[in-house]
């Protein structure tokens, strides 16, 4: 391996372990796979097993370092760093989970040491965590969207309509590379508002439904309630904050209701059905997004 560096694996990792990486960055909108990953380090006591070299890895001017000064005195420097660690749920698959700031540099050397990682400890199933903005309102549930290297499991969970050319990320570059090796892969990416800024707890609540679910893996999710509700509510009371933010929202309802109902009737229908919504209909999440802002800003976040 060219960047890993092991530094103690167990001498059984159970049957069946699975790869599951979350990255922050911009696949990662409103913290959705950084917060499952958390909950997953909080609920299952992680162990450390290898480690990466930040200088390999970061851009510092893009990512600094934090630093605390003290009354003129300089304190530790707080450098970026990927976890790569094993948890051991009390039922499912042993998990290997790497998590942390999206890599700048030498993806295709990392992907090649997850790769080697991945046939050193026996593992051949990927998930991936992360969260996307989308045409979606906050009033309505999030919507899941997956990519994997299984068509049945894609047929499964619900195949995206669209074709589409999008920038990679560095956790979709490590998806394809384990794809190519021969991995079952399964990219799980949540759609959440794309005028919504900060945390946006029901992206990692559906993300940790769908682990538990596709991997057996309990996961505790009513530590989310609270938030999701309070989330809720405020961004209920700032869209009310104008005409124009209610009716943009509006207009997000219709089209997800639609997108929906096609949804439906494609389903029954056995048939590929047609986009509902389309690029041109999509109205901007720049002034919905600035307009909350103030509003949330104004209310101390």
């Given amino acids: 391996m060219e960047l890993l560096r092991i530094d103690q694996l167990p001498d059984d990792v159970g049957e069946d372990p699975v790869l599951v990486v979350a ?19 909080e609920a299952f006591d992680p162990q450390p097993i290898a480690h990466l070299e930040a200088d390999d890895l970061f851009d510092y001017r893009d990512r600094r370092p934090a630093l605390d000064i003290v009354r003129g005195e300089l304190g530790e420097l707080d450098w970026p760093a990927i976890r790569i660690e094993l948890l051991r749920p009390a039922s499912g698959p042993t998990l290997v989970l790497i998590s942390g700031p999206e890599p700048d540099l030498n993806w295709r050397r990392l992907a090649a040491d997850l790769v080697e990682l991945a046939a050193q400890l026996g593992i051949d199933r990927y998930v991936g965590l992360g969260s996307v903005p989308g045409p979606i309102p906050h009033t309505r549930p999030v919507h899941l969207i997956a990519t994997s290297s299984d068509p049945d499991l894609l047929d499964r969970i619900g195949r995206p309509h ?20 021969g991995l079952t892969t399964l ?18 609540r559906a993300l940790l439904e769908q682990v538990s679910s596709q991997l057996g893996t309990p996961v505790e999710l009513s530590a989310f309630d ?3 509700a309070d989330h809720r509510s405020r961004l209920d009371i700032a869209a009310q904050g104008s005409d124009e933010i209610r009716d943009h929202v509006a207009q997000l309802e219709r089209m997800y209701d639609a997108d929906a109902e096609a949804r439906r009737i494609a389903s029954e229908s056995g048939e590929e059905r047609a986009p ?26």
């Fill in 276 to 301: 509902a919504i389309t690029e041109e209909q999509v109205p901007t999440g720049d002034v919905i997004a600035a307009e909350i802002e103030r509003f949330l800003q104004g209310r101390g976040g």
């Fill in 187 to 204: 990219g799980l990416w949540v759609r959440i508002p794309h005028y919504v800024a900060g945390e946006y707890p029901e992206a990692a």
């Fill in 23 to 41: 990255f922050d960055g911009w696949t990662d909108a409103g913290e959705g796979g950084s917060m499952a990953a958390e909950a997953l380090r």
């Fill in 162 to 181: 669209e074709e589409v050319t999008v920038p990679a990320s560095a956790q979709v570059a490590i998806e394809a590379s384990l794809r190519d090796a």
């Fill in 226 to 228: 609270e938030d999701i």
